[in-house]
């Protein structure tokens, strides 16, 4: 298959390994996406939608489904490292707009896993009483050397603490619908009126709960290590999505309907807050889990942001120090230690409500961008050959304007 992008053919030089199958490429999508945003941004969601939190995470689904449906047949065109890169190459073939694209994916990797650190930091800080800037930090450090482990490894533990962070929202999910007296709030209050000032914040919150669906683009930047793309890329993309949203819904309902508003604003550890009158066991239980599924968040970005320096470097578009992949570990490790010490010095300077949302704000763009690449190559191509997924041509359109119109409510 012609991937429009040109690799290294040194067949002396250590490769990636191809080791990820459906289970272990969807563990990894539904890792970074749920670590990365149901555990740290309920908080900041509610106090720009308050009770109609859950509409702005289902909006949020919606404007992620028509570009995962792009993204899924633009990877199975295009089974490579750096894969929106790889995308916006094939579509536009202008080398500016490939570099461009691939370091906005890094860079909302890198962004993205410093607004996971800091929320990893505040569950922690809540157990051991340590301050958050030096736990970011060591937390930061431990998930780069686990990163730099190998493939196989890192995802591997990823996908069990996948299975862990599950377990934490249902177990939220139970307590939350069995203690539901902090509101006093009915679901059925959770769906707002066709009409109102409230939609204007529903949606703001929208771009917020888009942070918590970043994560199944991710999957594209390993797909030189995935076994068989072609098949296994459609079906683990639309298993995370939908296992994703249904998570996010039902969750965040029993969020709002068990934690006073006015506690859960802006808080960057607001699933804890579900536990206030549990046991203290239960409660000390779920922090270590919270703990771990934020970590997990800052693990996948990590290794999607390495993959991607690691493909453009591998291309000529970067330094050819960052291609470097040691014999050992069969991993990037210059480029690991790149996005690193860059998430370390984020997590100094920003708050996570500001990194969140301009990791939004990166990947909507980037989403445009994906969108119009495939939109160009079916115009270009119309009678490609039946060796990928395919999707009709008004998918890319609405992935295209429904970016935009949620890109724009940052702006109103």
């Known amino acids: 298959m012609q991937t429009g992008v040109q690799t290294d053919n040194n067949e002396s030089a250590p490769t990636l390994r191809r080791a990820l199958t459906l289970p272990l490429l969807t563990l990894y999508g539904l890792g970074v996406t749920i670590g990365a945003g149901i555990y740290v941004l309920v908080g900041t969601t509610a106090a720009e939608a308050g009770k109609y939190a859950p509409v702005s995470f289902l909006i949020a689904a919606v404007v992620?489904?028509?570009?995962?449906?792009?993204?899924?047949?633009?990877?199975?065109?295009?089974?490579?490292?750096?894969?929106?890169?790889?995308?916006?190459?094939?579509?536009?073939?202008?080398?500016?707009?490939?570099?461009?694209?691939?370091?906005?994916?890094?860079?909302?990797?890198?962004?993205?896993?410093?607004?996971?650190?800091?929320?990893?930091?505040?569950?922690l800080t809540g157990i051991t009483g340590l301050p958050v800037p030096a736990l970011t930090i060591g937390t930061v450090l431990a998930m780069g050397l686990l990163a730099a482990w190998g493939i196989a490894e890192s995802v591997m533990v990823a996908a069990i603490v996948t299975v862990i962070e599950i377990g934490g929202l249902l177990l939220v999910i139970f307590w939350g619908f069995g203690d539901a007296s902090g509101t006093a709030l009915a679901v059925s209050e959770l769906i707002p009126p066709l009409q109102g000032a409230h939609w204007q914040g529903i949606g703001a919150a929208s771009l917020l709960a888009f942070f918590a669906f970043v994560g199944f683009e991710d999957m594209a930047n390993v797909a030189e290590e995935v076994k068989d793309p072609v098949r296994t890329f459609p079906r683990a993309i639309f298993l995370t999505?939908?296992?994703?949203?249904?998570?996010?819904?039902?969750?965040?309902?029993?969020?709002?309907?068990?934690?006073?508003?006015?506690?859960?604003?802006?808080?960057?550890?607001?699933?804890?807050?579900?536990f206030a009158n549990a046991p203290q066991s239960v409660s000390d239980a779920f922090s270590v889990i919270a703990v771990v599924a934020t970590v997990n968040g800052i693990l996948i970005q990590m290794i999607m942001a390495s993959r991607v320096f690691f493909g453009l470097a591998s291309r000529g578009y970067l330094p050819r120090q960052l291609a470097w992949v040691s014999?050992?570990?069969?991993?990037?490790?210059?480029?690991?230690?790149?996005?690193?010490?860059?998430?370390?010095?984020l997590t100094q300077a920003f708050p996570i409500e500001q990194l969140a949302e301009r990791t939004s704000q990166i990947v909507l763009g980037i989403?445009?961008?994906?969108?119009?690449?495939?939109?160009?190559?079916?115009?270009?191509?119309?009678?490609?050959?039946?060796?990928?997924?395919?999707?009709?041509?008004?998918?890319?359109?609405?992935?295209?304007?429904?970016?935009?119109?949620?890109?724009?409510t940052a702006l109103l």
Request: hydrophobic share 60%; no cysteine.
């Open 367 to 408: 989403f445009v961008l994906v969108n119009l690449a495939l939109l160009r190559l079916k115009l270009r191509e119309p009678m490609q050959a039946n060796n990928h997924f395919s999707v009709p041509i008004a998918i890319p359109i609405l992935g295209v304007l429904t970016s935009v119109a949620l890109l724009t």
């Open 64 to 123: 992620v489904a028509f570009t995962a449906f792009s993204y899924v047949e633009l990877i199975t065109r295009f089974p490579v490292s750096a894969g929106e890169a790889a995308f916006v190459e094939a579509g536009f073939r202008k080398r500016w707009l490939t570099v461009t694209v691939g370091l906005l994916v890094a860079l909302s990797g890198i962004v993205s896993a410093s607004a996971i650190a800091i929320g990893a930091a505040s569950y």
């Open 241 to 274: 999505l939908i296992a994703a949203t249904l998570l996010y819904l039902i969750t965040t309902s029993a969020v709002i309907v068990s934690v006073p508003l006015d506690k859960l604003a802006g808080t960057a550890a607001p699933l804890a807050l579900v």
């Open 327 to 345: 014999a050992r570990t069969r991993t990037p490790l210059v480029a690991t230690a790149l996005v690193a010490a860059a998430i370390v010095i």
